[in-house]
């Protein structure tokens, strides 16, 4: 497909990068050329030094052809403008990065009005996620499919659960629990465990599970599974905005400390149940002050990724809070790792899966269609939901007479609302939805899941 891009920032630059993974035509536009010079040296792709909003800029970039436009600048009105021009002068599908709350609450609107194909909000994708994590805080990393049916959790082995030398293949009978572990992160490597694979202490774990299932699970191995009943946010931005909203909306009570003393006075009138502190949140006394000790959660949402870090890393000292970090651009990806920050987020990542969900949607065949699409296991491995809609290869056939694709997993298959952790003669039927683990990624449809016969 022929993607063009407009905004070399960091959605940009991963969006960039994950669609010319994926072997995608893909057109740059920003007004920084030294910017995106030094990107383009890294992948391939044309770029062009314009504002995107420029029909001659479009039009050199080949609009009238091109299959996908996506507009990830800094600022939403020009996103829509991109948008609005492309719609006008082409047949492509338009998406926008569009921040502000007040679009959000009237993009419906704005997408029927203006022709835009899709529409995402970083921000509060990103407070979402954090706000599933605060619902169930022993879980490191938590995605979900079949609407809520399903859960991908992940979770760190410690010594107290008795995990450590147990075979895959006994994790059910020992714990008389319907999980399954699709996937294993130890010491940098990433796997998709067979049956016979030894977890160790310390292995990142992730299971397939439905709510009910992962819930026992938990219960069972000694790990809480309750929300947290409090939470102590650092930073009163958009995201933090909308992450106090998720968390008052679950009755979690709320604390703000911002710098900003107007900005404190918006967020008293916009979140009337939460507490809001002015100063300054990297005041080791002033964070103490705000009850930090006692504090269950603990949400460091600063926009410089090293404060974010040391913040975590301080209250792991004074509390015993479940702690969720936000990194934007940090390249120490390895280091990061080894401090134990609790759960890391990645904006960026959030942002990329939905819109590369939606582009591997556009191009599936009439018979199956990808309904969700997460990075997971430190970005090395991807879970793919597909929808079954036809006849194919991969239908009435039990698993265990498929040639499957290497490091690959049929994790689960919801049949008409039941959830199935499959064996080997379990079969996809149509009307199901199937969730596929793999370290092989770019996959478009669910027949890609078999290996090619020579």
Same mark, same amino acid.
Do not use: W
């Given at each position: 497909?022929?993607?063009?891009?407009?905004?070399?920032?960091?959605?940009?630059?991963?969006?960039? +990068? +994950?669609?010319?993974?994926?072997?995608?035509?893909?057109?740059?536009?920003?007004?920084?050329?030294?910017?995106?010079?030094?990107?383009?040296?890294?992948? $391939?792709?044309?770029?062009?030094?314009?504002?995107?909003?420029?029909?001659?800029?479009?039009?050199?970039? @080949?609009?009238?052809?091109?299959?996908?436009?996506?507009?990830?600048?800094?600022?939403?009105?020009?996103?829509?403008?991109?948008?609005?021009?492309?719609?006008?002068?082409?047949?492509?599908?338009?998406?926008?990065?569009?921040?502000?709350?007040?679009?959000?609450?009237?993009?419906?609107?704005?997408?029927?009005?203006?022709?835009?194909?899709?529409?995402?909000?970083?921000?509060?994708?990103?407070?979402?996620?954090?706000?599933?994590?605060?619902?169930?805080?022993?879980?490191?990393?938590? $995605?979900?499919?079949?609407?809520?049916?399903?859960?991908?959790?992940?979770?760190?082995?410690?010594?107290?659960?008795? /995990?450590?030398?147990?075979?895959?293949?006994? *994790?059910?009978?020992?714990?008389?629990?319907?999980?399954?572990?699709?996937?294993?992160?130890?010491?940098?490597?990433?796997?998709?465990?067979?049956?016979?694979?030894?977890?160790?202490?310390?292995?990142?774990?992730?299971?397939?599970?439905?709510?009910?299932?992962?819930?026992?699970?938990?219960?069972?191995?000694?790990?809480?599974?309750?929300?947290?009943?409090?939470?102590?946010?650092?930073?009163?931005?958009?995201?933090?905005?909308?992450?106090?909203?998720?968390?008052?909306? /679950?009755?979690?009570?709320?604390?703000?400390?911002?710098?900003?003393?107007?900005?404190?006075?918006?967020?008293?009138?916009?979140?009337?149940?939460?507490?809001?502190?002015? @100063?300054?949140?990297?005041?080791?006394?002033?964070?103490?002050?705000?009850?930090?000790?006692?504090?269950?959660?603990?949400?460091?949402?600063?926009?410089?990724?090293?404060?974010?870090?040391?913040?975590?890393?301080?209250?792991?000292?004074?509390?015993?809070?479940?702690?969720?970090?936000?990194?934007?651009?940090?390249?120490?990806?390895?280091?990061?790792?080894?401090?134990?920050?609790?759960?890391?987020?990645? !904006?960026?990542?959030?942002?990329?899966?939905?819109?590369?969900?939606?582009?591997?949607?556009? +191009?599936?065949?009439?018979?199956?269609?990808?309904?969700? *699409?997460? +990075?997971?296991?430190?970005?090395?491995?991807?879970?793919?939901?597909?929808?079954?809609?036809?006849?194919?290869?991969?239908?009435?056939? !039990?698993?265990?007479?498929?040639?499957?694709?290497?490091?690959?997993?049929?994790?689960?298959?919801?049949?008409?609302?039941?959830?199935?952790?499959?064996?080997?003669?379990?079969?996809?039927?149509?009307?199901?939805?199937?969730?596929?683990?793999?370290?092989?990624?770019?996959?478009?449809?669910?027949?890609?899941?078999?290996?090619?016969?020579?």
């Amino acid at each position: 497909m022929k993607v063009i891009i407009i905004g070399c920032g960091k959605v940009g630059r991963t969006l960039a +990068q +994950q669609l010319s993974e994926e072997q995608h035509d893909i057109i740059l536009i920003d007004t920084n050329g030294q910017k995106l010079q030094e990107f383009t040296e890294e992948i $391939d792709a044309m770029y062009l030094i314009g504002n995107g909003a420029s029909i001659g800029i479009q039009k050199d970039a @080949g609009i009238e052809t091109a299959d996908m436009l996506i507009a990830v600048t800094n600022s939403d009105e020009l996103n829509l403008l991109c948008c609005l021009i492309a719609k006008r002068v082409s047949k492509c599908h338009t998406v926008a990065r569009v921040r502000n709350p007040v679009y959000s609450e009237e993009i419906n609107f704005i997408k029927e009005r203006l022709g835009i194909s899709m529409s995402l909000n970083p921000e509060f994708a990103t407070a979402t996620e954090m706000a599933r994590l605060l619902r169930f805080p022993s879980a490191i990393q938590i $995605d979900t499919f079949a609407k809520g049916r399903v859960e991908l959790l992940k979770f760190k082995i410690k010594p107290e659960f008795n /995990m450590d030398g147990l075979a895959v293949s006994g *994790l059910a009978e020992r714990f008389k629990c319907d999980v399954l572990i699709c996937g294993v992160e130890r010491d940098g490597e990433v796997s998709i465990p067979g049956g016979n694979f030894i977890l160790k202490d310390n292995d990142r774990v992730s299971i397939v599970a439905s709510p009910k299932n992962s819930a026992a699970f938990f219960k069972k191995i000694g790990l809480a599974t309750n929300q947290v009943k409090n939470a102590l946010i650092v930073g009163g931005g958009t995201l933090g905005y909308y992450l106090a909203k998720q968390l008052l909306h /679950m009755k979690i009570k709320v604390r703000i400390v911002e710098r900003d003393l107007r900005r404190c006075d918006e967020l008293s009138e916009l979140l009337p149940g939460a507490v809001i502190i002015n @100063g300054d949140g990297t005041d080791k006394k002033l964070l103490l002050q705000s009850g930090l000790p006692s504090a269950e959660a603990f949400v460091p949402l600063t926009n410089i990724d090293e404060e974010n870090i040391f913040l975590s890393l301080y209250a792991k000292e004074q509390s015993n809070a479940k702690l969720v970090t936000k990194v934007n651009r940090f390249a120490f990806d390895s280091i990061i790792d080894k401090l134990d920050l609790g759960s890391v987020i990645y !904006p960026k990542y959030i942002t990329a899966d939905y819109i590369l969900q939606y582009v591997r949607a556009m +191009q599936n065949s009439i018979g199956s269609n990808v309904e969700t *699409l997460y +990075q997971i296991l430190d970005n090395k491995a991807e879970a793919l939901e597909f929808s079954i809609r036809e006849h194919g290869p991969v239908v009435g056939v !039990p698993l265990m007479d498929l040639s499957l694709k290497k490091n690959l997993l049929v994790a689960c298959i919801n049949h008409n609302g039941r959830i199935i952790i499959p064996r080997g003669h379990d079969q996809i039927e149509i009307g199901d939805t199937v969730i596929i683990v793999t370290t092989q990624k770019g996959l478009q449809d669910v027949n890609d899941i078999l290996r090619k016969q020579v």
